[in-house]
């Protein structure tokens, strides 16, 4: 059985899906369209459910509810209204594109390659308009798929060691990741991109279950084989990644999990295959095997405890060079569109203007992302995995320059100063949006307290952070009428741009952020 404390399988995957100038080279892989991977699971035995289809105006301001969050004792349940607004505005359809030979089907957040290998399911008990079970959420239909009928809550409990969110919500989301969808382009790298993926949806989501007034927490601490099987997904395709507890219920929790776990039984469901061929990358069942954990017991061990200095939110030595004041905008002076709004507005910026924005607007973004994500790893809370490098190009008030951001204390550390277009640009994998951004936010960490602490499964939780963290960076971009794209990178030469400062930290996500061009015809 793989051992998760053994953190080799983590830097072995690591290693071996770097991106290099050579690798990208000599790599022989190209685009089988004639093979491209259905955008949706489909099981063709049951229909879906369809639910409201009116996005309820909640009135939240997006910069609001991406910085903040419901107290996790706060009595509340969503209701089948509330459930399907949470569902639109995270995974949820928002535009089509057509094209020669097909159709593309935009979602609500941020997706790698537009391929979106993200699946959602629901456990509830039973809500206002919703009977208690398991659903799978079918976007295409808008709908929902009850795969088992009655109330399973308590499996999940047992799965997460008793982790009191998850005990006492009403409704929790299981995101699962489908290996194929997302590897028919990226290959083994897929893996790093359930992270990013999951992460920009889980942003969404978060945010709107704040404006909605429902807690919301991240559970990434799970025993996985009991998920996989209360879901029926075949783990050789797909597998549970994150949870997410949504509302609270302070009553007792549900019947133990013993009393049910007899009746979590196979389903024999069949779903529609996602293409013709399916080519398999052993390495990334493999890093998934060994981050996976696999009793009570060592969920509980696993949980909590960063391993960062809880007296500094970062673990960043104080500034050794000139430093700029960040100057975000207050409550009253912030943009105000509201957070359904705004996410209807989002996309991703295929083309930047190379026109400047404000100290303030990047400060607002840096500022609103980064105040804290409620997660099982994530303790106590405001604790941060991730550091943000930024190379700025077109920012008021602020030199061209390499920076690192403080995030205790509200500063940017100058790195070195300078007009970084060109290398930006080769850093994005030589792309041109990094290049013409006014700034690349790009996120590292140093992998090996966190493996230490972690095990395997750290590396899960360092791709997930980004993502979120991404994910909030987007909707903060977009409340403020700028665009952003997450873009991919050449690992170990983002490290060397940064050092001596970010040495021995490893290149985990990046997101240009500027003001939007329109495509030249």
Not at 392 to 404: I, P, R, T
């Amino acid at each position: 059985m793989p051992n998760n404390a053994n953190a080799d399988a983590a830097w072995t995957y690591h290693e071996a899906t770097k991106h290099s100038y050579a690798s990208v080279r000599t790599n022989p892989h190209f685009l089988d369209f004639a093979n491209q991977p259905l955008p949706f699971k489909i099981y063709p035995a049951l229909e879906p459910a369809r639910m409201p289809t009116e996005v309820r105006q909640t009135g939240v301001a997006a910069l609001s509810a991406i910085a903040g969050s419901i107290t996790a004792q706060t009595n509340s349940a969503p209701d089948l209204e509330a459930i399907a607004q949470l569902l639109f505005l995270s995974a949820g359809i928002t535009r089509q594109r057509k094209y020669p030979g097909g159709e593309i089907y935009f979602r609500a957040a941020a997706c790698t390659g537009a391929l979106y290998e993200v699946e959602l399911y629901l456990i509830c008990g039973d809500l206002a308009n919703l009977q208690a079970g398991v659903y799978h959420f079918a976007p295409a239909e808008f709908g929902l798929r009850r795969l088992r009928a009655g109330d399973y809550r308590s499996v999940l409990v047992d799965a997460t060691a008793g982790e009191p969110a998850i005990a006492h919500a009403p409704l929790t989301i299981v995101c699962t990741c489908t290996y194929w969808r997302n590897a028919w382009k990226y290959q083994a790298r897929t893996y790093r991109h359930f992270g990013w993926d999951n992460g920009t949806m889980l942003a969404n989501l978060m945010a709107v279950a704040t404006a909605l007034g429902l807690p919301a927490k991240v559970v990434c601490g799970f025993v996985d084989a009991t998920v996989n099987r209360l879901l029926d997904v075949d783990s050789q395709r797909e597998v549970a990644f994150s949870l997410v507890a949504l509302g609270h219920d302070s009553g007792p929790s549900s019947q133990t999990a013993t009393q049910v776990l007899a009746d979590v039984s196979p389903l024999g469901l069949e779903t529609v295959p996602l293409s013709r061929d399916e080519i398999d990358y052993p390495v990334m069942r493999e890093i998934h095997a060994a981050s996976s954990l696999h009793s009570a017991e060592e969920v509980e061990a696993w949980r909590g405890r960063t391993p960062l200095n809880p007296t500094r939110m970062t673990n960043l030595p104080p500034p050794a060079g000139p430093v700029v004041q960040l100057t975000p905008s207050s409550d009253a002076e912030m943009p105000r569109d509201p957070i359904e709004q705004v996410i209807l507005r989002r996309g991703s910026s295929r083309q930047f203007a190379r026109t400047p924005i404000s100290l303030t607007q990047l400060s607002t973004m840096l500022d609103r992302a980064t105040r804290g994500i409620p997660a099982d790893f994530l303790n106590p809370f405001g604790s941060q995995l991730n550091r943000l490098y930024l190379i700025v190009h077109a920012v008021e008030g602020l030199e061209s320059g390499a920076y690192v951001f403080h995030r205790d204390r509200k500063v940017l550390e100058c790195l070195k100063r300078g007009n970084f277009r060109d290398e930006a640009g080769y850093l994005g994998l030589e792309q041109q949006l990094p290049a013409d951004a006014a700034v690349d936010i790009f996120f590292l960490a140093d992998l090996r307290p966190i493996l230490d602490r972690f095990g395997n499964r750290g590396y899960r939780a360092v791709q997930l952070e980004a993502g979120i963290l991404g994910g909030k960076l987007y909707l903060a971009a977009y409340a403020q009428r700028l665009g952003a794209t997450g873009l991919t990178f050449y690992d170990d030469e983002v490290t060397r741009f940064f050092s001596p400062h970010a040495e021995r930290k490893s290149a985990i996500f990046l997101i240009a952020v500027g003001k939007s061009a329109k495509l030249r015809q």
